[in-house]
């Protein structure tokens, strides 16, 4: 059987710790926390062996925490995702880069995905950022509600970190 190789990354502040997961053919899993478990659910749909080991998009991540990397160049494996969930993840990964952020009704609209569905659009791209099973790396901490910061999977807490660490929010405004 083929394996998913994952490793805990320890992150600062708030985040504490990242469980990130490549298969062979790419990044496919960032968990919040050390999460093994969440690890074997994902090898298992998969089909994969999960065994734990280093991987280039762990150092990766590390080095983003560390604020040596604003881009991530390691492969994604998109097979966690689908129909429009990937389209509209593979829009964000692409279309808003490191310290910039989007609404959520602007990704729904640069996606293609939602077109006509108006405000339904917003809260389905909501719903999408939390369902994202590569945070951090497709960076969903930078889609932000039209008057705010929104909601965020792992936390408000972390997400005014990630986006204090990318230069969007001032360090002291939280």
Known sequence: MTRLSWSV???PGPLGAL???SSP????LVTWGADPERVGV??????LEPVEGPSAAAEQVAEYLAGERRRFDVPLDWRLTHGTQRTVLQTLFRAVPFGSTTTYAELADASGAYEGHGYTAARG???IMGSNPIPVVVPCHRV???GGLGGFGGGLPTKEWL???????APTLF
Request: proline share 3%.
């Open 9 to 11: 990354v320890p992150a």
């Open 19 to 21: 469980t990130v997961g």
């Open 25 to 28: 053919t790419g990044l496919c």
């Open 42 to 47: 994902a090898a298992a749909r998969l089909e």
């Open 125 to 127: 791209v909501g719903s």
């Open 144 to 146: 932000m509600a039209a």
């Open 163 to 169: 986006l204090a660490h990318e230069g969007v929010l």
